[in-house]
């Protein structure tokens, strides 16, 4: 069954770096998401995406945030500035196949645990 | 509420018993869905059950929709070991953002 890889599963960095985290989507989907988690607690949506622009995103997703889809397969999220309360978990995810719309099921990747130091 | 509310928190059963867990959401939805997240891992998508639908089975999992209450419920029956994990619900409403609940933590001893 395909699936969505996220890379690196760990990535330390120290604070005030820039951090990539690199996510490939399942190949048919046309809708693609961050969330992060932080410490096992609530799922936080950050980002949705889709036909190449941002379509919603929350109010923690700011300025040091960035997304990118640079090819057809790789979805990015990019943090600048890297402060020590970005240590979470990061999850993409991608949904909707052609025909199908937002309203369909989320498909995640394992996460990328992101510790700043 | 808070969109997203869950209860209980945590849960912890016997393999063969039934687990129940609730989730009330404030605005209107288009859909809920239910999700399940093993440690350290991603979350799997176990069900999705419109607006305009009351309950739905898939296996052993039975979710309800109350949405004159703003409710749903998780039922999993004839529960196992494996199904250890945290359950949040989500709710769509307009757009494309999927918004989470706070989780039920679900331990089903042997």
């Known amino acids: 069954e395909p699936e969505v890889t996220q890379t690196p599963s760990h990535q330390v960095t120290q604070m005030g770096q820039e951090v990539i985290l690199r996510c490939v989507p399942i190949?048919?989907?046309?809708?693609f998401y961050w969330y992060r988690q932080i410490l096992g607690q609530k799922v936080e949506f950050l980002v949705s995406f889709y036909n190449n622009e941002i379509s919603e995103k929350s109010e923690i997703f700011d300025d040091q945030f960035s997304v990118e889809r640079p090819d057809g397969s790789n979805f990015t999220l990019k943090i600048r500035s890297t402060k020590l309360e970005d240590s979470a978990m990061y999850f993409c995810?991608?949904?909707?196949?052609?025909?199908?719309?937002?309203?369909?099921?989320?498909?995640f990747g394992n996460g990328t645990r992101l510790t700043v130091t | 509420s808070q969109q997203g509310e869950q209860d209980p928190q945590a849960l912890s059963i016997q393999e063969g018993e039934n687990a129940t867990m609730n989730c009330s959401y404030k605005?209107?939805?288009?859909?809920l869905q239910w999700y399940r997240q093993n440690s350290g891992r991603g979350l799997v998508h176990l069900i999705l059950i419109r607006s305009n639908e009351r309950e739905k089975h898939s296996g052993r999992l039975r979710v309800t929709l109350d949405t004159s209450k703003k409710s749903s419920s998780l039922l999993i029956t004839a529960s196992r070991a494996a199904d250890t994990a945290s359950y949040f619900c989500?709710?769509?409403?307009?757009?494309?953002?999927?918004?989470f609940g706070e989780g039920t933590q679900l331990t089903v001893n042997p």
């Open positions: 190949s048919n989907h046309l809708y």
């Open positions: 989500a709710t769509r409403s307009s757009g494309s953002r999927l918004t």
């Open positions: 995810a991608s949904s909707g196949a052609q025909g199908e719309t937002y309203n369909s099921p989320l498909h």
């Open positions: 605005t209107s939805i288009n859909n």
